[in-house]
Structures are given as structure tokens and as C-alpha cells.
């Protein structure tokens, strides 16, 4: 009989520093697909399945450098399998968390976040196409400069940019409706 042990990567040090920013990641990464697809079951599958996935792929990772946006890579690849399969972009639920929002506005909208709750800017998100929802997940919240993102979505750079325009100035449109209909029912949305 032969007995199957583990053997370690051929790189441990590659492996480790995929586990690592692997776990750093792990909240970033459900954070962005319940908000790409409004559920927090199949959330957790598609971290799941990324985490199963870049573990596999570690001996095909050539730059360690970018492992953060290789991970939202297999992350956003997952997703897109989900809704080739059946329609996947719903409009995003409420959470129970309550996610701070105010990295948004080094994005231009900054006025409109001002006056804006955490639901003005969940709605608002969900009710962009998943295009711009997703290139203004990775670039206002997550933080990814607008290569990265390119890269992740495997789009032109120019491509990103335009879109991400497109996405802020939807969201400073929603978020000032949101604002100045609050506004008129004397601040109750």
C-alpha cells in the first residue's frame, strides 16, 4: 500500500507568503463578493472556492508581488462563472455589518457620501451594473489603484478608468437623490 504524505511546496517561502496574505485578505475578499452578489451563502462558497483555488495555484504564481489582486483575480473569475451559470447580479441586500463607506469619497463623491448612510451607499452600489459596481469595489473600497484593478478584471487600463468615472458619477447622482429625498421627508429615508 502506499502511503500519500504531504509534501510541501517546492517554494515554502512562496507558500507562505500566499497563506499569509491569503488570511489577511479573507474579509476583503467575502466583503467583495456580498457586495458583487447580494448573498451572503454564496459569498462564503466563493471565498471558499478562491482560497481552494490559489492554494493549488501557488507553484504557477510567478510574482509574489501582486498576490492581493491575483486572489480578487480568482475571486472575480468565480464570480463570473456563478453568473454565466444563472443570473447571479442581484441587487445587494442589507447586511447586518455596518461597513465604514468613507474611503469613497477619495473617489470624487465626497459631497454626496458626506450626507449619506451605509444602506444610501449599499443601495446605490447594487444599483450599478456589475462592470462599474465591481471596478468601484476594488478601487474605492478595497483599494486597488486602477492597474490593479484592470489587471484583476482582466480589462484595458483605459478601459478601467472610463468605467470607474462612469461608476463615481452614478453613485454622486444616487447618493445626492437619496440625500435630497431624505432632505424633504425631514431626514427619514
Given at each position: 500500500?502506499?502511503?500519500?504524505?504531504?509534501?510541501?511546496?517546492?517554494?515554502?517561502?512562496?507558500?507562505?507568503?500566499?497563506?499569509?496574505?491569503?488570511?489577511?485578505?479573507?474579509?476583503?475578499?467575502?466583503?467583495?463578493?456580498?457586495?458583487?452578489?447580494?448573498?451572503?451563502?454564496?459569498?462564503?462558497?466563493?471565498?471558499?472556492?478562491?482560497?481552494?483555488?490559489?492554494?493549488?495555484?501557488?507553484?504557477?504564481?510567478?510574482?509574489?508581488?501582486?498576490?492581493?489582486?491575483?486572489?480578487?483575480?480568482?475571486?472575480?473569475?468565480?464570480?463570473?462563472?456563478?453568473?454565466?451559470?444563472?443570473?447571479?447580479?442581484?441587487?445587494?441586500?442589507?447586511?447586518?455589518?455596518?461597513?465604514?463607506?468613507?474611503?469613497?469619497?477619495?473617489?470624487?463623491?465626497?459631497?454626496?457620501?458626506?450626507?449619506?448612510?451605509?444602506?444610501?451607499?449599499?443601495?446605490?452600489?447594487?444599483?450599478?451594473?456589475?462592470?462599474?459596481?465591481?471596478?468601484?469595489?476594488?478601487?474605492?473600497?478595497?483599494?486597488?489603484?486602477?492597474?490593479?484593478?484592470?489587471?484583476?478584471?482582466?480589462?484595458?487600463?483605459?478601459?478601467?478608468?472610463?468605467r470607474l468615472s462612469r461608476a463615481r458619477r452614478?453613485?454622486?447622482?444616487?447618493?445626492?437623490?437619496?440625500?435630497?429625498?431624505?432632505?424633504?421627508?425631514?431626514?427619514?429615508?
Amino acid at each position: 500500500m502506499k502511503v500519500l504524505r504531504f509534501q510541501p511546496p517546492a517554494d515554502q517561502h512562496r507558500a507562505e507568503g500566499v497563506y499569509r496574505v491569503l488570511l489577511e485578505n479573507l474579509d476583503a475578499l467575502y466583503g467583495t463578493a456580498k457586495r458583487l452578489t447580494g448573498r451572503a451563502d454564496l459569498a462564503e462558497d466563493l471565498v471558499q472556492e478562491t482560497a481552494r483555488k490559489a492554494l493549488e495555484a501557488i507553484p504557477a504564481l510567478r510574482d509574489e508581488r501582486n498576490t492581493r489582486a491575483w486572489l480578487f483575480r480568482i475571486l472575480l473569475n468565480g464570480i463570473r462563472d456563478q453568473a454565466r451559470r444563472k443570473k447571479l447580479w442581484v441587487e445587494v441586500e442589507t447586511d447586518e455589518e455596518a461597513r465604514d463607506f468613507s474611503m469613497i469619497s477619495e473617489g470624487g463623491i465626497s459631497e454626496s457620501v458626506r450626507g449619506a448612510t451605509a444602506e444610501d451607499v449599499r443601495r446605490a452600489l447594487s444599483s450599478l451594473p456589475p462592470e462599474t459596481r465591481s471596478l468601484a469595489i476594488l478601487i474605492d473600497i478595497e483599494e486597488f489603484t486602477i492597474a490593479e484593478a484592470a489587471a484583476i478584471l482582466q480589462i484595458p487600463p483605459g478601459t478601467a478608468a472610463s468605467r470607474l468615472s462612469r461608476a463615481r458619477r452614478q453613485l454622486r447622482e444616487l447618493l445626492e437623490a437619496y440625500r435630497s429625498r431624505s432632505s424633504r421627508r425631514g431626514g427619514k429615508p
